[in-house]
């Protein structure tokens, strides 16, 4: 099976779809698939939902999608640095879930996992918790989460085989290896691909069985999200 595609629009090509729920590696602007995020805004598919650790900047990232329009739901832990977001969610234009960081990463890696949701004392007696079930273990309340299953995961390697075994790079390895798991078809964007075998298996971090399609992406932008600089003496 090939898994590999020559360009990110072709890697998305009868994958994704209006309404479908997209889950998308990253950490603000470190190690994001940026050329599939652009893929998505090129393809024109819209209403999606799209779940992630934060909504991107204005102009970069999940901010392209936010400023097309194209996406009506977010389920992040974070907006940023993103007026179009502000803009758009106080006008009522979009519907925003916050979730705790790692109650959302926890979501994902249960859903790729197969669990239908999980306790956890994350959130317990504020507004996350309201409508939820709430029990007591060994004395402590825990409120019961919903795990997250993605029609799509897009995600960001540094280097890949042809089977699509994964390894991050450094912090980039952050939401990616969760979203990977929870997408029904995940496509992976990669700087470097290398043949079957090459790769340590040890030092595999996203096993090729999570991961349905590849695009190589040598030279990402990988822009920084805000940068602080001291001035000089």
């Known amino acids: 099976m090939n898994k590999v595609y020559p360009t990110p629009a072709k890697a998305l090509e009868g994958v994704i779809k209006d309404g479908h729920m997209v889950a998308v590696g990253g950490f603000g602007l470190c190690g994001i698939p940026e050329g599939l995020i652009e893929a998505v805004r090129a393809s024109g598919v819209r209403n999606l ?21 194209q996406v009506r739901k977010m389920i992040a832990s974070y907006v940023g640095e993103n007026k179009e977001f502000e803009r758009q969610y106080l006008a009522g234009e979009l519907e925003l879930e916050f979730t705790p960081q790692g109650t959302l990463a926890e979501k994902m890696r249960a859903g790729g996992s197969g ?14 918790a309201q ?3 709430v029990r007591e273990f060994d004395g402590k309340q ?6 997250l299953r993605a029609d799509v995961a897009l995600v960001k390697a540094w280097k890949a085989d042809r089977q699509g075994n994964l390894v991050y790079r450094k912090t980039s390895r952050n939401f990616n290896p969760v979203a990977a798991m929870c997408g029904r078809v995940t496509v992976a964007e990669v700087e470097l691909l290398v043949e079957n075998g090459q790769l340590d298996p040890d030092q595999v971090h996203t096993p090729g069985i999570f991961v349905q399609r590849l695009v190589v992406n040598p030279q990402p932008q990988k822009r920084i999200e805000q940068r602080t600089v001291r001035a000089a003496a």
């Open 49 to 69: 939902t799209c779940i992630s650790n934060n909504a991107g900047v204005d102009g970069f990232g999940l901010g392209v999608l936010l400023q097309s329009r």
């Open 142 to 147: 825990y409120v019961l989460e919903a795990s």
């Open 131 to 133: 409508g939820k079930e």
């Open 115 to 128: 669990i239908p949701a999980f306790f956890t004392p994350t959130g317990v007696g504020t507004l996350v």
